[in-house]
């Protein structure tokens, strides 16, 4: 090996821009160019794209058009990104639509009433898939004369809005009940578990409720643990969120048995503690997988249930931008959060965080509903299921690696449930754990005593390296020992692309299994350089946390949340 | 390696089995039923679902063009003068946008290049609004993209109830009744982030003559529980700008350290271009956050806005929330999560495409066709309470003359427009200002003179035909145009709770909330 001296990439840079011919008189600076191609511009050559000030004059729309885009180019590769729940893949039909209908505006609805209309549609047939209708119909074939449910709803840029909403709703109305009773309201708090997506903590903490956040367990499965829940309930709490898809592990956190502990707590107490559900990812995969929740309910089939959101952009099969918040009854929204909009005789309603905001995927979330119908969801459920399992017990078969998700196990015989007549040949997801199509896995023990200087972080990075994003982080407190490399089964993953995956994996671990420590170390320098570093020094106060990235190990604890959805 | 393989013969390929030659089966499978187009299907013969999931698929193109033909219900765009969202891109620009439907915007470690152009849009956008640079820690302004300026606000506020609760809390003071300044005439979403975060609204009350707010008794509102003041750079209503250097001035003079918030969601992209000599950005001391959206003059359709605070001080650390993924750390304080990044590459298209020079052209021709409406509807008798001449943003505000003997009122002329096909908004002002109703035609991008002049003949030809009529007709036509043209006159999704809500200032007041 020949000695090198070091070398500042960002000094060379600097170097050659003072090389660089200057602007010639042929190019004037109005930007006035012979116009043969996109690339017969400054831009192409001699001057840099402008990235700190408004240039003074413009450029030709197709130059401007084809530098952004070959710079976008730097983007990753949607499909092969697995570390996110979010949808990539559009229909053609779909990707016309929204493309037809990008310059729409959600708030204008007095403009665009078809589109609020659709809206409409897709509040009442998600209402109706979790379970709105049927809680009705029961009661009144109880003969129980209870007042019909009105469910309202709303649809939302995305999950995290539609939870400052139903977590507003919830501290509203604890707030309107203390008032009521003649007792302060100064210290609400919500609980929820470890594995608490950001937007859960983001809620507690701008609207000022305290965060009561349990630790998981490998007993609860790495989510909320009904028993934890018992005892940080009082009177002072306004909800409990409950997720229905842990981000980290697949699991689905037990609704019904939180809803029984928090009923066994208002017998004793009085005090009424509602639930909020997170379905963000499982709100479009419980309702149609064969498996559902493994045999528990979890929607407004609850009377504790009070809302419930999803993410239109995860398994509704829409491109990122649109969620839903459904709440079982207009008793469970505050009058006062509503805004009334008067415009031209008319009247407007408005619950939400953000005004103006486009329609496209609305559209399109209306679209894959009516085109797909129940058995079309049902059908990619199953197949990302199926294909969540070939990989966890592909990479189980291995014998280096061990699954923490249980999509893959099957339930105990007992709790089989029959296939129906037309379905007897093909297996389905009822046979096996519930779950998302998510696939958590670890090296093994074993495998760790052999090689103790393999890092999980390396596998990731040099997946990285073959393209594949598989992110490793720690799990939630209360288990943050253990690290995960975690995969996201989504509908664009098809089975052949599987293939390819578990192959690489496997060669990576080979190829990793064969070096020695000296060769690892020089990987591990480069993970801690920061691998791709976004938006260098620009980015907002980024500089605070720089010194948890050089530890490379930000735990939750220190404020550092590792799992994107 | 190369593999070598044979080409297969003709009588090679689809060889079937022996026994199975004889049994070639020509059936007609008649559930398979192919139809020539869409329409001949079974489909346009039923209703389409409304409220439950159907059972059963339906071919995509049967979906697309049913949901097509749905939405031709939509208004014309162009006809629309309410709103002040971007309704003209360029083809490039959403060809661009189109392509990126699909990326996640928060996903920074799989789309670090849409990151890196959301941080250039922030630059670009701070440094218009003259906000410091630095490097070292403390300084150097510190901005973000939001979905809209709601958004944006909602942070604005966010970060100043905070900093304000920080201090309180080191002096040993209690924070429980924090308060914010603001116009009565603020757009509905400072009145949501004021009730849902639990602040206190102190309004500055418009009157008769000023339609925005009095810098003295602004600051006279200021205590020692204020939060910050609320000013607009352009308010909805008449798009006035506000004196928002006089405001500075006087806590400057009395000694206060109260921070200004500035709402420039439409006059950020306007008044930079038109009068780059009005100070109303960070060159004001008091200014700690300025938002904009990017989807209104900054001409982007909607999903964008920008918010910038004068440096990281003003950015309470608790607020932000550190993202760890796959080595990359991002810093986030956001009220949404996932997005779409389309509508932060289309802005970035749009500075760079058209630079200062471009901008400044689009708003000096919206400046010009606005002041031309208004002197057409000067001429027609109507007066103008929007300023002109680039004082104010490219809009046009204007009421009927006060006269005792008229049968109609400015409601009445937006209905009879609406049945012509244009979208020009009737309000009712601000409080105080109760019985002042308007008018209001926003400029946007694609408003040229041609569009203007026959927008003025059909107000022309609208005025004659209700001067024409009596008070009984015009009523029973109102009623009809108000059930029949408008959509929100045949809403029926309203929730019968909810209406005529009493909490806000619309419902205590009869303030109507602009569009915006």
Same mark, same amino acid.
């Given at each position: 090996?020949?000695?090198?001296?070091?070398?500042?990439?960002?000094d060379?840079?600097?170097?050659?821009?003072?090389?660089?011919?200057?602007?010639?008189?042929?190019?004037?600076?109005?930007?006035? &160019?012979?116009?043969?191609?996109?690339?017969?511009?400054?831009?192409?050559?001699?001057?840099?794209?402008p990235?700190?000030?408004?240039?003074?004059?413009?450029?030709?729309?197709?130059?401007?058009?084809?530098?952004?885009?070959?710079?976008?180019?730097?983007?990753?590769?949607?499909?092969?990104?697995?570390?996110? *729940?979010?949808d990539?893949?559009?229909?053609?039909?779909?990707q016309?639509?929204?493309?037809?209908?990008?310059?729409? %505006?959600?708030?204008?609805?007095?403009?665009y009433?078809?589109m609020?209309?659709?809206?409409?549609?897709c509040?009442?047939?998600?209402?109706?898939?979790?379970?709105?209708?049927?809680?009705?119909?029961?009661?009144?074939?109880?003969?129980?004369?209870?007042?019909?449910?009105?469910?309202?709803g709303?649809?939302?840029?995305?999950?995290?809005?539609a939870?400052?909403?139903?977590?507003?709703?919830?501290?509203?109305?604890?707030?309107?009940r203390?008032?009521?009773? =003649?007792?302060?309201?100064?210290?609400?708090?919500?609980?929820?578990?470890?594995?608490?997506q950001?937007?859960?903590?983001?809620?507690?903490?701008?609207?000022?409720?305290?965060?009561?956040?349990?630790?998981?367990?490998?007993?609860?499965?790495?989510?909320?643990?009904?028993?934890?829940?018992?005892?940080?309930v009082?009177?002072?709490?306004?909800?409990? *969120?409950?997720?229905l898809?842990?981000?980290?592990? =697949?699991?689905?956190?037990?609704?019904?048995?939180?809803?029984e502990?928090?009923?066994?707590?208002?017998?004793?107490?009085?005090?009424?503690?509602?639930?909020?559900?997170?379905?963000?990812?499982?709100?479009?995969?419980?309702?149609?997988?064969?498996?559902?929740?493994?045999?528990?309910?979890? %929607?407004?089939?609850?009377p504790?249930?009070?809302?419930?959101?999803?993410? =239109?952009?995860?398994?509704?099969?829409?491109?990122?931008g649109?969620?839903?918040?459904? /709440?079982?009854?207009?008793?469970?929204?505050?009058?006062?959060?509503? *805004?009334?909009?008067?415009?031209?005789?008319?009247?407007?309603?408005?619950?939400?965080?953000?005004?103006s905001?486009?329609?496209?995927?609305?559209?399109?979330?209306?679209?894959?509903?009516?085109?797909?119908?129940?058995?079309?969801?049902?059908?990619?459920?199953?197949?990302?299921?199926a %294909?969540?399992?070939?990989?966890?017990?592909?990479?189980?078969?291995?014998?280096?690696?061990?699954?923490?998700?249980?999509?893959?196990?099957?339930?105990?015989? &007992?709790?089989?449930?029959?296939?129906?007549?037309?379905?007897v040949?093909?297996?389905?997801?009822?046979?096996?754990?519930?779950?998302?199509?998510?696939?958590?896995?670890?090296?093994?023990?074993?495998?760790r005593?052999?090689?103790?200087?393999?890092?999980?972080? &390396?596998?990731s990075?040099?997946?990285?390296?073959?393209?594949?994003?598989?992110?490793?982080?720690?799990?939630?407190?209360?288990?943050?020992?253990?690290?995960?490399?975690?995969?996201?089964?989504?509908?664009?993953m098809?089975?052949?692309?599987?293939?390819?995956?578990v &192959?690489?994996?496997v060669?990576?671990?080979?190829?990793?299994?064969?070096?020695?420590?000296?060769?690892?170390?020089?990987?591990?320098?480069?993970?801690?350089?920061? /691998?791709?570093v976004?938006?260098? =020094?620009?980015?907002?106060?980024?500089?605070?946390?720089?010194?948890?990235?050089?530890?490379?190990?930000?735990?939750?604890?220190?404020?550092?949340?590792?799992?994107?959805c | 390696?190369?593999?070598?393989?044979?080409?297969?013969?003709?009588?090679?390929?689809?060889?079937?089995?022996?026994?199975?030659?004889?049994?070639?089966?020509?059936?007609?499978n008649?559930?398979?039923?192919?139809?020539?187009?869409?329409?001949?299907?079974?489909?346009?013969?039923q209703?389409?679902? $409304?409220?439950?999931?159907?059972e059963?698929?339906?071919?995509k193109?049967?979906?697309?063009?049913?949901?097509?033909?749905?939405?031709?219900?939509?208004?014309?765009?162009m006809?629309n003068?309410?709103?002040?969202?971007?309704?003209?891109?360029?083809?490039?620009?959403?060809?661009?946008?189109?392509?990126?439907?699909?990326?996640?915007?928060?996903?920074?470690?799989?789309?670090?290049?849409?990151?890196?152009?959301?941080?250039?849009?922030?630059?670009?956008?701070?440094?218009?609004?003259?906000?410091?640079?630095?490097?070292?820690?403390t300084?150097?302004?510190?901005?973000?993209?939001?979905?809209?300026?709601?958004?944006?606000?909602?942070?604005?506020?966010?970060?100043?109830?905070?900093?304000?609760?920080?201090?309180?809390?080191?002096?040993?003071?209690?924070?429980? @009744?924090? @308060?914010?300044?603001? +116009?009565?005439?603020?757009?509905?979403c400072?009145?949501?982030?004021?009730?849902?975060?639990?602040i206190?609204?102190?309004?500055?009350?418009?009157?008769?003559?000023?339609?925005?707010?009095?810098?003295?008794?602004?600051?006279?509102?200021?205590?020692?529980?204020?939060?910050?003041?609320?000013?607009?750079?352009?308010?909805?209503? !008449?798009?006035?700008y506000?004196?928002?250097?006089?405001?500075?001035?006087?806590?400057?003079k009395?000694?206060l350290?109260?921070?200004?918030?500035?709402?420039?969601?439409?006059?950020?992209?306007?008044?930079?271009?038109?009068?780059?000599?009005?100070?109303?950005?960070?060159?004001?001391?008091?200014?700690?956050?300025?938002?904009?959206?990017?989807?209104?003059?900054?001409?982007?359709?909607?999903?964008?806005?920008?918010?910038?605070?004068?440096?990281?001080?003003?950015l309470?650390?608790?607020?932000?929330?550190?993202?760890?993924?796959?080595?990359?750390?991002?810093?986030?304080?956001t009220?949404?999560? +996932?997005?779409?990044?389309?509508?932060?590459?289309?802005?970035?298209?749009?500075?760079?495409?058209?630079?200062?020079?471009?901008?400044?052209?689009?708003?000096s021709?919206?400046?010009?066709?606005?002041?031309?409406?208004?002197?057409?509807?000067?001429?027609l008798?109507?007066?103008?309470?929007?300023?002109?001449?680039?004082?104010?943003?490219?809009?046009?505000?204007?009421?009927?003359?006060?006269?005792?003997?008229?049968?109609?009122?400015?409601?009445?002329?937006?209905?009879?427009?609406?049945? $012509?096909?244009?979208?020009?908004?009737?309000?009712?002002?601000?409080?105080? !200002?109760?019985?002042?109703?308007?008018?209001?035609?926003?400029? $946007?991008?694609?408003?040229?003179k041609?569009?203007?002049d026959?927008?003025?003949?059909?107000i022309?030809?609208?005025q004659?035909?209700?001067?024409?009529?009596?008070?009984?007709?015009?009523?029973?036509?109102?009623?009809?145009? @108000?059930?029949?043209?408008?959509? +929100?006159?045949?809403?029926?999704?309203?929730?019968?709770?909810? $209406?005529r809500?009493k909490?806000?200032?619309?419902?205590?007041?009869?303030?109507?909330?602009?569009?915006?």
């Amino acid at each position: 090996m020949s000695l090198s001296r070091h070398v500042d990439p960002e000094d060379i840079i600097h170097h050659l821009q003072d090389l660089r011919i200057p602007a010639q008189s042929s190019y004037s600076s109005t930007g006035q &160019t012979s116009h043969l191609t996109p690339f017969s511009h400054p831009y192409a050559s001699q001057r840099d794209i402008p990235r700190y000030q408004i240039p003074a004059d413009g450029a030709p729309g197709d130059t401007v058009y084809e530098m952004l885009k070959d710079e976008l180019d730097l983007d990753g590769r949607p499909n092969l990104n697995l570390a996110s *729940f979010v949808d990539t893949y559009l229909e053609d039909n779909a990707q016309k639509l929204m493309a037809e209908n990008m310059g729409k %505006n959600l708030a204008d609805n007095d403009e665009y009433p078809a589109m609020l209309s659709i809206s409409n549609r897709c509040v009442s047939i998600l209402a109706h898939l979790w379970g709105v209708q049927k809680r009705k119909q029961k009661e009144t074939e109880g003969g129980a004369a209870q007042k019909d449910d009105k469910a309202v709803g709303s649809p939302t840029v995305g999950s995290s809005e539609a939870i400052h909403l139903g977590g507003l709703a919830m501290k509203r109305r604890w707030q309107e009940r203390r008032r009521a009773a =003649g007792k302060d309201t100064l210290k609400p708090n919500i609980v929820m578990g470890a594995n608490a997506q950001v937007a859960l903590l983001k809620f507690a903490r701008y609207f000022e409720v305290e965060e009561r956040v349990l630790p998981v367990s490998e007993k609860s499965k790495f989510c909320l643990d009904p028993e934890l829940v018992r005892e940080s309930v009082d009177e002072n709490t306004i909800g409990v *969120f409950v997720i229905l898809g842990s981000t980290y592990t =697949g699991h689905y956190e037990p609704v019904e048995a939180v809803s029984e502990i928090l009923d066994e707590y208002q017998e004793k107490t009085g005090v009424d503690i509602p639930i909020h559900v997170d379905a963000a990812s499982g709100g479009f995969v419980v309702p149609f997988s064969h498996a559902g929740t493994g045999g528990w309910k979890w %929607n407004f089939e609850l009377p504790r249930v009070v809302s419930i959101n999803a993410s =239109g952009h995860k398994y509704g099969l829409v491109t990122a931008g649109v969620g839903w918040i459904v /709440w079982r009854d207009e008793s469970c929204l505050p009058k006062d959060l509503i *805004f009334e909009l008067h415009y031209l005789g008319g009247t407007e309603e408005s619950y939400t965080l953000n005004f103006s905001r486009p329609g496209a995927q609305v559209i399109v979330q209306y679209y894959n509903l009516i085109h797909l119908g129940f058995s079309g969801y049902r059908e990619v459920m199953e197949n990302c299921l199926a %294909n969540a399992r070939i990989l966890s017990q592909s990479l189980e078969a291995t014998g280096w690696y061990t699954c923490v998700s249980d999509i893959h196990r099957r339930r105990s015989p &007992t709790t089989i449930t029959t296939p129906l007549p037309n379905e007897v040949h093909t297996e389905t997801s009822a046979s096996y754990a519930a779950g998302l199509p998510v696939v958590a896995f670890r090296l093994t023990d074993e495998f760790r005593r052999e090689y103790p200087h393999i890092k999980q972080q &390396t596998i990731s990075l040099l997946l990285r390296a073959r393209q594949w994003i598989i992110p490793n982080y720690a799990l939630p407190p209360g288990e943050n020992g253990t690290e995960i490399l975690r995969v996201v089964v989504r509908v664009s993953m098809s089975f052949d692309l599987l293939d390819r995956l578990v &192959t690489d994996i496997v060669q990576v671990t080979e190829t990793l299994m064969d070096k020695d420590e000296v060769d690892l170390s020089v990987l591990r320098e480069q993970h801690r350089k920061g /691998w791709p570093v976004v938006g260098k =020094g620009k980015g907002k106060g980024e500089k605070k946390k720089e010194e948890a990235e050089r530890e490379g190990e930000g735990k939750m604890q220190d404020g550092i949340h590792r799992s994107v959805c | 390696m190369v593999h070598l393989s044979t080409i297969p013969a003709k009588d090679e390929v689809n060889k079937l089995a022996e026994g199975l030659k004889k049994a070639h089966l020509q059936l007609v499978n008649d559930a398979d039923s192919f139809t020539t187009t869409v329409y001949g299907s079974r489909f346009a013969a039923q209703d389409l679902p $409304r409220h439950e999931m159907p059972e059963g698929e339906m071919p995509k193109e049967v979906a697309y063009r049913m949901i097509k033909d749905e939405l031709s219900l939509d208004n014309n765009p162009m006809l629309n003068l309410a709103s002040f969202v971007t309704t003209y891109m360029e083809e490039e620009a959403e060809k661009l946008m189109a392509e990126s439907f699909s990326k996640n915007f928060i996903d920074y470690e799989e789309y670090p290049q849409s990151a890196d152009i959301q941080n250039r849009c922030v630059s670009m956008i701070g440094r218009l609004f003259n906000a410091p640079v630095g490097t070292d820690e403390t300084a150097g302004a510190v901005g973000t993209s939001c979905v809209g300026s709601s958004e944006a606000i909602m942070l604005g506020v966010l970060a100043m109830k905070k900093r304000w609760k920080n201090k309180r809390v080191a002096e040993g003071k209690s924070c429980e @009744n924090p @308060n914010i300044v603001m +116009s009565s005439a603020v757009q509905v979403c400072w009145e949501k982030a004021t009730r849902y975060f639990e602040i206190e609204e102190k309004f500055v009350y418009c009157t008769e003559e000023r339609y925005v707010i009095d810098p003295e008794e602004t600051v006279a509102l200021v205590d020692e529980n204020t939060i910050g003041i609320c000013c607009i750079l352009g308010t909805t209503y !008449t798009g006035e700008y506000e004196d928002i250097k006089a405001v500075n001035d006087l806590l400057s003079k009395k000694g206060l350290s109260t921070p200004i918030h500035v709402d420039a969601a439409s006059g950020g992209f306007v008044a930079p271009f038109v009068v780059p000599d009005l100070e109303w950005d960070f060159r004001l001391d008091h200014v700690v956050s300025i938002n904009v959206s990017g989807h209104k003059y900054g001409l982007v359709y909607p999903g964008v806005g920008w918010v910038v605070w004068r440096s990281a001080e003003y950015l309470p650390q608790e607020l932000v929330f550190n993202i760890n993924y796959l080595g990359a750390d991002q810093a986030s304080f956001t009220l949404n999560f +996932s997005k779409g990044a389309s509508q932060v590459i289309g802005q970035y298209y749009q500075l760079i495409r058209l630079g200062k020079h471009g901008y400044k052209a689009i708003m000096s021709n919206l400046t010009r066709t606005a002041d031309y409406l208004s002197d057409s509807l000067e001429a027609l008798g109507f007066i103008i309470m929007s300023k002109k001449s680039g004082e104010g943003l490219p809009l046009v505000a204007f009421r009927l003359p006060p006269q005792e003997d008229r049968n109609y009122d400015e409601f009445a002329v937006a209905h009879q427009l609406r049945a $012509r096909g244009w979208v020009v908004p009737a309000y009712t002002m601000a409080p105080n !200002t109760e019985n002042l109703k308007m008018l209001r035609v926003v400029v $946007r991008e694609d408003f040229t003179k041609s569009r203007c002049d026959s927008l003025i003949a059909d107000i022309k030809l609208s005025q004659h035909l209700l001067e024409q009529m009596d008070q009984d007709s015009i009523k029973k036509q109102q009623e009809f145009i @108000n059930k029949h043209h408008t959509a +929100s006159g045949k809403a029926t999704h309203n929730h019968p709770k909810y $209406r005529r809500e009493k909490h806000s200032l619309q419902g205590k007041t009869g303030k109507t909330h602009a569009i915006c």
